[in-house]
C-alpha cells in the first residue's frame, strides 16, 4: 500500500524556519528523482524542489538559497528545509515522486507564514 506521510508544518512568523519530513512507504524509492509540492489557497499545486537519485538538487526561483531538500534512501524519506520563510510560502505542502512518476498523494502539511 503506497503511503506519503507530511510532517513538520505549523504557523510561523516571517524570517522564521521549519523542517518538512516525508515518510514514504509502500513505493519505489531510491531510483527516482523525488520532489516536494505546494498548494497555496486558490492556487494550482507547483513543484517547489526536486532531488535526484545522486542528490542533485533544483529549486523554483522564489525559493532558491532558502529552501534545501534532501533525501534519505535507507529511511526511504525526503526533506525540507525552510528558512527565511516568507508569508507568500504559506500552503500545503506534499511529497512524491516527480512527474509523470506520481503515486497517491499524501494529506500533506499546512505551512502558514504570518505575523
Known amino acids: 500500500q503506497v503511503r506519503l506521510v507530511e510532517s513538520g508544518g505549523g504557523l510561523v512568523q516571517p524570517g522564521g524556519s521549519l523542517s518538512l519530513s516525508c515518510a514514504t512507504s509502500g513505493i519505489i524509492f531510491r531510483p527516482y528523482t523525488l520532489a516536494w509540492y505546494r498548494q497555496a489557497p486558490g492556487k494550482q499545486r507547483e513543484l517547489v524542489a526536486h532531488i535526484t537519485p545522486d542528490d542533485s538538487t533544483s529549486y523554483i526561483d522564489s525559493v532558491k538559497g532558502r529552501f534545501t531538500i534532501s533525501r534519505d534512501n535507507a529511511k526511504t524519506s525526503v526533506y525540507l528545509q525552510m528558512n527565511s520563510l516568507k508569508p507568500g510560502d504559506t500552503a500545503v505542502y506534499y511529497c512524491?515522486?516527480?512527474?509523470?512518476?506520481?503515486?497517491?498523494w499524501g494529506q500533506g502539511t499546512q505551512v502558514i507564514v504570518s505575523s
Open positions: 512524491n515522486r516527480i512527474s509523470p512518476y506520481l503515486v497517491s
